[in-house]
């Protein structure tokens, strides 16, 4: 008989107590490879979120720059706007490769299918754009093919009733080419909102992006119909070189503008990793209490099922079994015991990774579109090993007392 099958079997004996440890080991490995998916996922998620607004630099009006970026990757907007002028006096500087003027506003929807049978209303996020700037800024955004999809188009420039539907904004609303969205706005200044009919032109294939739960529709047109005619909510550019000396030259030229401010979204990167930090800090503080917490259970369990056995260890050493020999049993019982639970924590971190990425998106609410958690076998591997070394360091005084016993003494300690 092995050494790890006899040591299995000693386990068995006491399965509500085995089953515990293990258990305990088990949480503590799968908040531990939460963490680590997390501190995997979360940097690549910011920088796929922020690649896929299309630009480098946001031209805003004056205020909190992290604040405004957050809203930007939520879909949602700021209370503040800039003048459309600064869009005209920028967009000749020779550093710029692409820009884009974009106009975001709130509407409130009326009726959710396709008959607009009467419904509870809801929200959604209309943004004015300039179709042939924004799609060199986003040249990844593709119209949905299929049934009531082929004929998709972008609008027309001048078109006052026309919309494109971001993929989950047309599925929400059971929306096709050539269908009607109402939608309730209120013009700035007004205190009646005022309903309106849009021809849905386009239906965007998914992109995993803000643009998802977007409608489009003419920049000139959602000025007009927000009463916010010559305003804008930000300016996206590309420049042609993108490093620090670039950026600080172009931003030197356009901060005399006195209504604006300049922001690289590098600088919103690292705020928002800096803010993603502070809860990586506590969620890592928790994660090494539940290690102490399963380690100091492991050493209980094995002293205790020691303890137990003292008359059979005795016994063991009388009949000629080395210290050595009783050392690895103990031993091998302690990294099984790990072993069964890194293995079970890893399935269950796993298994509960989809809702852990909802509940931290929850509580950051940084706005980024992609997995905030990302598990790789690289990491369920080290989990595993990280485990195993913890077990045998574990088992090591447990594993001394028991193989340090005398057996005369250790016979009579059990009589």
């Known amino acids: ?9 000693n386990l068995t004996r006491r399965p509500v107590r085995t089953l515990l440890t293990s258990g305990g080991v088990a949480l503590a490995v799968a908040v531990a490879v939460s963490l680590g998916g997390f501190n995997l996922g979360y940097k690549r998620a910011i920088d796929g ?16 720059p992290y604040e405004a970026a957050t809203m930007m990757l939520k879909g949602g907007t700021g209370l503040l706007y800039l003048p459309e002028n600064a869009h005209t006096k920028i967009k000749n500087d020779p550093d710029i490769e692409a820009i884009t003027p974009i106009f975001i506003g709130i509407a409130e929807k009326q009726g959710s299918s396709i008959d607009d049978a009467p419904a509870a209303s809801s929200f959604t996020i209309l943004s004015g754009v300039d179709a042939p700037s924004f799609r060199v800024m986003k040249p990844w955004l593709a119209f949905k093919k299929g049934p009531g999809y082929d004929s998709g188009r972008w609008f027309a420039p001048d078109a006052t009733n026309e919309v494109v539907m971001g993929f989950e904004a047309a599925e929400y609303e059971q929306r096709k080419v050539g269908d009607v969205l109402y939608a309730s706005i209120t013009p700035n200044g007004k205190t009646a909102p005022v309903m309106h009919a849009f021809h849905v032109t386009g239906v965007l294939e998914r992109s995993g992006s803000q ?22 909510t930000i300016i996206g550019i590309k420049l042609r070189e993108f490093n620090g000396i ?7 030229r356009w901060m005399s503008i006195p209504e604006v401010q300049v922001v690289s979204l590098e600088q919103v990167k690292g705020a928002l990793v800096s803010l993603v930090g502070t809860a990586q800090t506590m969620v890592a503080a928790v994660a090494v209490i539940a290690i102490i917490v399963a380690v100091i259970g492991v050493i209980n369990a094995i002293l205790m099922s020691v303890y ?8 063991m050493k009388a009949v000629g ?31 509960t990774a989809g809702a852990t990425d909802a509940a931290l998106r929850h509580l950051l609410n940084i706005g980024v579109t992609q997995g905030l958690v990302r598990i790789t076998p690289g990491l369920l591997g080290g989990a595993v090993l ?5 077990g045998l360091l574990a088992g090591i005084w447990p594993a001394r007392r028991a193989a340090n016993l005398h057996p005369i003494e250790a016979i009579r300690a059990n009589e």
């Open 211 to 232: 643009d998802d739960g977007t409608v489009f529709l003419p920049l000139t047109t959602a000025q007009r119909i927000f009463g916010r005619e010559g305003e804008l």
């Open 308 to 315: 137990e056995r003292i008359g059979e260890i005795g016994i």
């Open 49 to 64: 979120s922020i690649e896929q607004l299309g630009f480098q630099v946001m031209v805003m009006a004056k205020g909190c």
């Open 321 to 351: 079994a080395a210290r050595i020999q009783v050392f690895r049993l103990i031993w091998t019982e302690t990294l099984l015991i790990c072993l069964a639970g890194a293995i079970s924590g890893c399935l269950l971190a796993v298994i």
């Open 246 to 252: 670039r950026m600080r030259e172009f931003e030197g």
């Open 386 to 390: 990280g485990s195993v070394i913890l």
């Open 1 to 9: 008989m092995t050494f790890t099958t006899f040591a299995w079997r």
